[in-house]
């Protein structure tokens, strides 16, 4: 079935910003945005990046890696700055490095009724340190760096920011009618090399901590630009003053936003920043 042309949104230029207020939050998601996965940043992105603190714009990594992860890519950008980490369940600063707020979850509940379901899984949940505790060590790739191989009961014992579990098993089927049944928390779930599905506490998304970020900052929303390609990046696209989907972006996430830009992790971010100091 083809898709209106009206549906889709335009792409970013300078004329698309001059009606908008000039942005003083820049939210952007890290993979498949600003890099591609376990990629680093391209020199056009890092030049836009500084281009846009120069003009006062707090720019802030947005993202569902933890800190330890998210860190470095924000030094190679010059950003020491805010970051909303664990798809919004962490709030840290980059310089130093610090987690200044968490929003959290017991795990029990959770673990009980899916452990019936999933009893081969493994099973990890991130701490409000950063840290994952696992029951089998896995690839956590852009995750986090920190992961440590724990029993089963050690899951179980103090809050938690995330609950990740990964299954070989359900690469065919997915995860789609198992979250349906149990109605989780927050899940964002999807199927590669293996099907995975990340719980986060009930409600919380990276809009609803960037929300939290402008009440710090004094930052009205309707002032905000947010970037990002994929499903955890919807809440934000839709809550920010200008929403921008990649242009690799599927369409759940496109009928988001207000606007598109290159499908390029780097350059699509580096075209919206173009756009907006043009615009001036």
Known sequence: ??????????????????????????????????????????????????????AGINVVLSTGRTISTTAPIARALGLDGWAV?????MLAM?????????????????????????????YAV??????????????????????????FEHLLKEPVVRLVVRSDEHVETG???????MGLHTVIFGVGDTAWMDIGPTGVSKATMLARLCSRLDINPARTVAVG??????????????????????RSVTSAADATTDA?????????????????
Request: hydrophobic residues 45%; aromatic residues 6%.
């Open 1 to 54: 079935m083809s898709i209106s042309p009206a549906l889709v949104p335009p792409r970013v230029s300078a004329a698309f910003f001059e009606d908008r207020p000039f942005p003083e939050l820049l939210a952007l998601d890290i993979d498949d945005t600003l890099v591609t996965h376990l990629g680093s940043v391209n020199e056009r992105v890092v030049d836009a990046v500084g281009r846009a603190t120069a």
């Open 85 to 89: 980490c664990s798809n919004g369940a």
């Open 94 to 122: 980059v310089e130093p490095e610090t987690i200044v707020e968490t929003v959290t979850f017991d795990p029990r509940s959770v673990l009980d009724r899916i452990v019936a379901l999933l009893p081969g899984a493994v």
């Open 126 to 151: 991130e701490d409000t340190h950063g840290v994952f505790h696992a029951t089998r060590i896995f690839g956590a790739g852009a995750l986090g760096l920190s992961l440590r191989e724990v029993p």
């Open 175 to 181: 995860f789609g009618e198992i979250v349906e049944q």
């Open 229 to 250: 390609d994929s499903w955890n990046d919807i809440d934000m696209l839709s809550w920010a003053g200008t929403g921008v989907a990649m242009g690799s972006a599927p």
């Open 264 to 280: 390029t992790p780097g350059d699509g971010v580096a075209e919206v920043i173009d756009a907006l100091l043009d615009s001036r």
